[in-house]
């Protein structure tokens, strides 16, 4: 199984809907999670940490399922500027700081 | 991300040539990384560093070499051993505690 695994879509979506994408992570002691967003040909970009609590910015909600091991995003309202491909990052704990990504999910929202 | 400076943005190397990508930052980070990204994949890590004068191979880290002198700087070179080295190399830099990556703007390097 591998550490990090995602759907890599592509997610063709219309403008205003709300579309979510899992990601599920192999080992139980990973310690913090992230949402990258990286658009084509570009650097990723750090969108949002993702907490026990669960956490929202604006549109965007990211959840944590430890007993399950998987993090979820959740982008509602969809724009034509939310497309890009969206990586999923578990760091594990150790004596270095072990960082894996996800392949992505690739979001097309059409008008 | 600001303050961190990856250049050149592109880079041609002809057969059998060396060439070395910079990665710089101001950030104060001691942890600092190098990832290679083929078109359509996910980021494959080459080389790590966590303190000045160590860094470990990753993944991928044949024909490839760094060296970490300065906190700020953590040089990528991409050796002739490397026969397929067209790619888009990313630099990232981490702080501690579980605090997430950012990443360089990035190098696409391809073969003359």
């Known amino acids: 199984r591998k550490e990090v695994e995602q759907d890599p879509g592509p997610f063709n979506v219309p403008e205003g809907a709300t579309v979510a994408f899992n990601c599920t992570y192999s080992?139980?002691?990973?310690?913090?999670f992230f949402w990258y967003r990286q658009d084509c040909r570009k650097e990723p970009k750090l969108l949002m940490s993702?907490?026990?609590s669960g956490n929202e910015d604006g549109r965007f909600t990211a959840q944590l399922n430890r007993a399950s091991q998987y993090i979820s995003l959740l982008i509602r309202d969809s724009k034509l500027s939310d497309s890009a491909t969206y990586l999923c990052?578990?760091?594990?704990?150790?004596?270095?700081?072990?960082?894996?990504f996800g392949t992505g999910t690739k979001l097309q929202v059409i008008p | 991300d600001g303050g961190i400076t990856q250049s050149p943005k592109y880079l041609f190397r002809k057969e059998g040539q060396n060439v070395t990508l910079s990665c710089e930052q101001n950030?104060?980070?001691?942890?600092m990384y190098w990832y290679r990204q083929d078109p359509g994949q996910g980021l494959r890590l080459i080389y790590y560093?966590?303190?000045?004068?160590?860094?470990q191979k990753g993944d991928i880290a044949e024909g490839y070499s760094v060296s970490r002198e300065k906190k700020e700087s953590f040089p990528l070179t991409v050796t002739s051993a490397q026969k397929n080295p067209t790619a888009f190399y990313l630099c990232?830099?981490?702080?501690?505690?579980?605090?997430?990556?950012?990443f360089g703007d990035g190098t696409r390097l391809s073969i003359l």
């Open positions: 560093s966590q303190i000045v004068n160590d860094f």
């Open positions: 080992n139980s002691a990973s310690q913090s």
């Open positions: 990052v578990v760091n594990m704990p150790g004596g270095y700081q072990k960082v894996t």
């Open positions: 990232a830099v981490q702080g501690t505690g579980g605090q997430p990556q950012h």
């Open positions: 993702v907490y026990s």
């Open positions: 950030l104060n980070h001691d942890a």
